[in-house]
């Protein structure tokens, strides 16, 4: 007997949901699972063809899922150092257009040789579907995993992600327009595309410094509120962006990098409240499509989808991403191969097979189980690897964290830094007051192992020490670490 959801026991019915996942993933996260797959599990174990919730709408699962695409591409923008992506942004920006298009090109190819059902713009539109690697899973996984990379591949990733997923959905909104019409003009097409892409990019730019300026100008008494206010700001700028004909998941992205990269009052408390908020809506979307499949149409299509996501793994991911980076120096050979296999597919190909479904485009059905399909494969095969192929090719590195966890208010104008002391720095001394400082800083706390204490003059240090320093002369600050051979302290003031 099937549990249809309904007010009165949509709350009862949520919460149960919502602590299983947790627990879900709290149990994977010791086997290395990727917690996204096992949100996916819980949604079908309890779905129709489980424990019998009835849940039949894809016009309601693709609203949820645009509204959580919209906070977690936010929040992995402010998660995002522009002083990190700078030196990649050529490579992401390829990658998430040019690579998306022969991904498509070649996977939809291959689609159409192997599945006749299919007519060639078909085999396309199903192409394009899963052609971006999906913002929530990349996102999640690297940062969850506290997956340090080398050769700054771990920004390219995450910047590649969080804007490939615009030229998927014009591919799969432009695909679905010819199938239904049967018109295609190529001029037009490039003309929508650029349009939709320059105003989600120039609207995202203008309204992050505009929720910049407003944040730290409303002074609102409740501190509490500042983390509303962003939420409201993220669907303002999607849904603004979308009424003016531009790309809102791009607006929202370059919004949150925007916000990210600038100070703004209570920061530290509005991230954590992000990050908190983007979880809870990766849990519900995708405990949404877990619910929305019907595991028994899934075993028709585990022959065509295994091949199709095997094909994608190994062969169509690798040729784009070494096709586009070949023009950039700098990436050896296994650091290309590491990109090729961070290709992971998630929420995003779901979310954008309900458009076809929505459009009564033929075999739409079949299409949304094969992206389901292939998604769990991509999560079982790419996710659960994605720290072991690293240390494999030599590329994993220890990540650097916050160890002291604190941020200043706006109005103050000191920067706070972190470092670790290394031998250079203890060679005129082992004193802290033996350390040369530019005027007006000030260390004010150490770690040791997880001992916490405010130094003096005399204070001894050691090797492995982390210290907090706090300056009213940054510059000079950063000049300093760099004379001492200090690359990159991390801290509230630098990451």
């Known amino acids: 007997m099937g549990i249809d959801i309904n007010t009165g026991n949509i709350l009862l019915v949520g919460s149960i949901l919502l602590f299983g996942s947790i627990l879900a993933g709290k149990a994977g996260s ?11 599990g819980v949604g079908m174990l309890f779905g129709s063809d489980g424990l019998g919730i009835e849940f039949n709408s894809p016009a309601m699962a693709q609203f949820i899922g645009m509204m959580a695409l919209s906070i977690i591409l936010f929040s992995g923008g402010m998660d995002t150092s522009f002083s990190e992506i700078k030196p990649v942004l050529g490579q992401g920006i390829v990658l998430a257009t040019v690579g998306v298009f022969i991904t498509t090109l070649i996977t939809g190819t291959f689609i159409w040789l192997i599945f006749r059902e299919l007519l060639f713009v078909e085999a396309l539109l199903l192409a394009a579907v899963m052609s971006s690697t999906d913002s929530a899973s990349v996102f999640s996984i690297l940062r969850s995993k506290r997956q340090g990379l080398k050769q700054r591949l771990r920004p390219m990733l995450e910047l590649e992600s969080g804007s490939n997923d ?22 037009s097409s490039i003309w929508i595309f650029i349009m939709q892409m320059s105003i989600g990019a120039v609207a995202g730019f203008l309204m992050g410094h505009l929720a910049i300026r407003v944040i730290n100008k409303i002074d609102i008494d409740n501190r509490s509120m500042y983390g509303i206010l962003l939420v409201v700001f993220t669907f303002f700028i999607f849904s603004i962006t979308d009424l003016i004909k531009g790309n809102g998941y791009l607006a929202v992205y370059i919004a949150g990098l925007v916000v990210g990269n600038h100070k703004i009052v209570f920061k530290r408390s509005m991230v954590t409240f992000f990050d908190g908020f983007a979880w809870l809506f990766q849990i519900v979307m995708f405990l949404t499509l877990g619910l929305l499949v019907n595991p028994n149409e899934l075993l028709p299509v585990a022959g ?8 994608m793994i190994i062969f169509a991911r690798p040729v784009a991403v070494f096709l586009c980076l070949a023009p950039f120096k700098g990436l050896t050979f296994k650091g290309r191969t590491y990109i090729s296999w961070v290709g992971l597919r998630g929420a995003v190909p779901i979310i954008f097979a309900t458009y076809p479904l929505l459009e009564g485009i033929p075999h739409a059905r079949t299409m949304f189980n094969i992206v389901f399909f292939i998604t769990i494969v991509s999560l079982l095969i790419q996710g659960t690897t994605v720290s072991w192929v690293a240390q494999l090719l030599g590329l994993a590195t220890e990540e650097k964290t916050d160890a002291f966890g604190m941020d200043l208010p706006e109005k103050v104008k000191s920067a706070l830094s972190e470092i670790d002391v290394q031998p250079v720095l203890l060679t005129g001394g082992d004193r802290l007051r033996d350390l040369v400082l530019p005027d007006n800083t000030l260390v004010v706390m150490i770690k040791r192992g997880e001992n916490y204490f405010v130094p003096k003059g005399a204070t001894k240090l050691d090797v492995g020490d982390k210290l907090l320093v706090i300056s009213d002369n940054d510059e000079e600050l950063q000049k300093e670490y760099k004379s001492l051979g200090i690359i990159n302290p991390v801290g509230p003031g630098n990451n």
């Not at 010791?30 to 996916?40: D, E, N, S, V, Y």
């Not at 615009?166 to 001029?187: C, E, H, R, S």
């Not at 065509?304 to 094909?311: K, M, P, R, T």
């Open 30 to 40: 010791r086997f290395g699972i990727p917690a996204l797959l096992l949100f996916l």
């Open 166 to 187: 615009p030229m998927a959905y014009m591919l799969t909104i432009l695909l679905i327009q010819i199938i239904k019409t049967g018109d295609f003009n190529v001029w």
């Open 304 to 311: 065509i989808g295994l091949l199709i996501g095997v094909f």
